[in-house]
């Protein structure tokens, strides 16, 4: 995967796991979300505008993080966490 969509794609393999990560990755690539990293979603990725689908990504990252039960507690911190990730990266959320 391209940078800084690497990064954004690494850092939420350690929140929602692999499987998780590749799901957010298709649902913003427009793809079938079935957590598997194939030739499907790899060139889905590779015709993308790269600035748009690691914007795309962050708001799947986000949608995924409202959806747990935990958000009303966790919420503030793990959006957070996609914020300065893409901070870190150089990269506008």
């Known amino acids: ?3 800084p969509l690497c990064s954004f794609v690494f850092d ?5 796991g692999r ?6 990755l298709q649902r913003a690539a427009h793809v079938g979300a079935d957590g598997k ?3 499907l979603t790899l060139g889905a990725v590779e015709r993308a505008d ?3 689908l690691c914007r795309q ?5 986000c949608r995924y993080y ?3 039960d935990g958000f009303a507690h966790y919420g503030l911190a793990w959006l957070g966490r ?3 990730v893409a901070m870190k990266a150089n990269w506008a959320t």
């Open 19 to 24: 499987v998780g990560a590749v799901k957010c």
């Open 37 to 39: 990293l194939g030739l």
């Open 82 to 84: 996609v914020a300065s």
């Open 1 to 3: 995967l391209p940078w």
């Open 12 to 16: 939420h393999c350690v929140n929602a």
């Open 57 to 61: 990504f962050n708001v799947e990252r």
């Open 66 to 68: 409202m959806s747990l």
């Open 50 to 52: 790269l600035r748009l």
